[in-house]
């Protein structure tokens, strides 16, 4: 079975830029999350997705990131315009269902690196 | 609110030996609890979770960790660590009944030296 895909692997820019990224969740996984993980610190949740809907996404800087999940399968992630502190390593990750018993799944996840 | 502290950043110890990685959290209701791992340049995996039922749990290689609700901790347990184990290992809670997203703490990364 293949595992939760991130795209890309690493990604370099400038402040003020724009970057996206992509995630393809495990097939048939119905909720999709993304997370942002600083250097030192634990993945902190931007925004869980169920299907196509939003369920969650109070942590989400909704004035420079945004997401979509548009036919409920992959993911877009992106950041408009890049700020220095925005530099972290996004973590994707899928679960069959929300909830503490179903066991999220995650990628391997895109280091940001914004100069 | 939830939130996990993770009481040591880095933990050396040797091939064969044994190992602890404590974790303590917070909570004002009951919790579920979790570790994962961090290979470099991977993603997080799950070792083992606590949900409900017996409070000591057993994981994927060779990881057990017990769940010790008077002392708010669920410390990271494995008798003999590889060279493989060196890694990152994140404790994380979620509150039953709530959003059921986990609330990491910051990890403890585990060097096994030869």
């Known amino acids: 079975e293949a595992g939760v895909a991130q795209s890309p692997r690493y990604k370099i820019i400038e402040k003020r830029q724009s970057v996206a990224f992509w995630c393809n969740p495990i097939s048939g996984h119905a909720t999709l999350y993304w997370y942002q993980q600083i250097l030192g610190q634990g993945p902190k949740l931007l925004i869980q997705?169920?299907?196509?809907?939003?369920?969650?996404d109070s942590q989400l800087p909704k004035d420079r990131f945004s997401a979509e999940r548009l036919k409920g399968v992959d993911s877009t992630l992106k950041i408009q315009p890049a700020k220095l502190e925005d530099s972290a390593v996004y973590l994707c990750a899928s679960s069959l269902a929300p909830g503490a018993y179903n066991e999220q799944f995650f990628g391997p996840g895109t280091r940001l690196t914004v100069l | 609110a939830q939130s996990v502290t993770q009481l040591d950043s880095q933990v050396p110890v040797f091939e064969e030996a044994p190992v602890e990685l404590r974790c303590n959290y917070s909570?004002?209701?009951?919790?579920?609890l979790f570790w994962y791992v961090q290979y470099p340049n991977q993603g997080l995996q799950l070792l083992l979770k606590y949900l409900s039922g017996s409070t000591l749990v057993k994981g994927i290689n060779g990881f057990e960790a017990e769940f010790n609700k008077s002392q708010t901790s669920f410390h990271l347990r494995k008798p003999s660590v590889h060279i493989s184990d060196t890694a990152e290992y994140f404790c994380a809670v979620s509150e039953v009944g709530g959003s059921y997203i986990p609330t990491f703490g910051r990890g403890t990364s585990l060097i096994v030296h030869p």
């Open positions: 997705f169920q299907n196509n809907g939003v369920v969650d």
């Open positions: 909570s004002s209701v009951s919790v579920y």
